[in-house]
């Protein structure tokens, strides 16, 4: 259980975060989506430990954390991996440190290198890779150290539609297997609502929780469904208004996002069966 009571976060005279309060149960994919610069990564660079908030905790498991710990583990939007390391090498990089003998590295790197379908290129070097390969590398570095709670920034955001579609099925396949709690931050609709158990949404700065979005469809979940396109149709609603305020600050207050004209029902299929 991840607990944030009363985030408040201030950088000099900036308020980012403002009264943040949310509850992550064991085992769920949730996503952070808001307008860009209200304090998503923010906010998990606090759950991380890589950031302290001015006021409020954060606990797990009723425990506060002090900074960063192998309980919580970050995947970044770049895959900053080390270039002179082949993917084993850099794979196995963290758990050198920790009290495994050469037998359960190589273990526990060949089983997280097959999980995600890189096992015949763990003798490769990063610039060897595709960018949708290094990021593969960069899970499986996250997840080989076996963490409770991953934490994910944007991973798929540089990533082209198709290498992201494939990640998207490879990271759903991940998470219904170790049942690891996932927070996830995307600026993508569809991305989060595809992926997620629930969706929160945030609003403009200084953020605030706007809404908590479940997303009631079973894994794995394929992106023509038409209960996600509805669901889509949900979280873009309560979205509309803050994404507003963020255009008309920059383009004034006659800014108006065009009305969305395409009907939301829940049965609509988008031209299934033509």
Not at 87 to 108: A, C, H, P, R, T
Not at 143 to 156: A, G
Request: hydrophobic letters at 35%; aromatic letters at 6%.
């Amino acid at each position: 259980m991840i607990e944030i009571r009363n985030i408040h976060k201030s950088y000099s005279n900036i308020e980012v975060l403002k009264d943040i309060n949310l509850k992550i149960n064991r085992g769920e994919f949730i996503s952070l989506i808001g307008p860009s610069g209200c304090g998503k990564s923010t906010l998990i660079n606090i759950v991380c430990g890589l950031d302290k908030p001015t006021k409020g905790k954060i606990l797990i498991n009723d425990k506060e954390i002090q900074g960063t710990d192998t309980d919580r583990i970050m995947v970044f939007q770049n895959a900053a991996l080390f270039p002179w390391l082949t993917v084993k090498d850099n794979v196995s990089f963290g758990l050198k440190n920790l009290n495994y003998s050469s037998k359960e590295i190589e273990d526990k790197v060949t089983n997280i290198l097959k999980k995600v379908h890189l096992n015949k290129f763990k003798n490769h070097y990063p610039h060897e890779l595709s960018g949708g390969m290094k990021q593969r590398v960069s899970l499986a570095r996250s997840l080989v150290m076996d963490p409770e709670i991953l934490l994910m920034d944007e991973p798929f955001s540089a990533l082209d539609e198709q290498t992201r579609l494939l990640l998207h099925n490879e990271l759903q396949q991940i998470w219904m297997e170790t049942k690891k709690t996932i927070i996830f931050v995307t600026h993508n609709i569809r991305e989060a609502v595809k992926l997620s158990d629930k969706v929160i949404i945030m609003g403009t700065r200084p953020s605030r929780i706007i809404d908590e979005i479940n997303i009631d469809i079973s894994h794995p979940r394929a992106s023509t469904n038409s209960d996600i396109y509805y669901k889509e149709q949900q979280v873009f609603k309560k979205l509309k208004k803050e994404i507003e305020k963020v255009a008309r600050e920059e383009l004034g207050y006659e800014y108006k996002l065009e009305k969305d004209n395409v009907p939301s029902e829940r049965n609509n299929t988008m031209g299934g069966g033509i």
